[in-house]
């Protein structure tokens, strides 16, 4: 994948920005989700189906929040979630120069939330860009 200390930094203060227990850089292409860069967890192509990160490139204008995956009904399918490592999931668009959303920075949590602070959403909305 992408070795660029860089995405890292940023997938790390993602982390620790909304205490994650991973974040990354994901990247919509076709029909994979190829994340390029993460901290506490792995980079690779997964099957865009079953992404998360897919449903936040369909409101590039908004930051997607999932206080608790497990009762959203637009992720029942992922496998990540039926194992138990996501019931917590916030998701930045990535775009690019003319608005078009590429991907999204992203964090989760094994447990869930009720919220996340404002200014941090507002953060992960600046790392984004």
Excluded: K
Aim: aromatic content about 6%; overall charge negative.
């Amino acid at each position: 994948m992408v070795e660029a200390p860089a995405l890292g930094a940023i997938c790390h203060e993602t982390r620790r920005l909304v205490d994650a227990d991973w974040a990354g850089i994901g990247l919509i292409v076709d029909e994979s989700h190829v994340v390029i860069a993460s901290s506490g967890g792995r980079v690779g192509r997964y099957e865009r189906a079953r992404s998360i990160t897919a449903h936040a490139i369909l409101t590039p204008d908004q930051v997607l929040f999932a206080p608790d995956v497990l009762v959203d009904q637009r992720f029942g399918g992922n496998p990540f979630i039926r194992v138990g490592l996501i019931r917590f999931f916030v998701a930045a668009p990535v775009l690019d120069d003319h608005g078009y959303p590429l991907g999204a920075l992203c964090a989760s949590s094994r447990t869930p939330r009720a919220q996340v602070d404002p200014d941090g959403i507002e953060r992960l909305r600046f790392l984004a860009t």
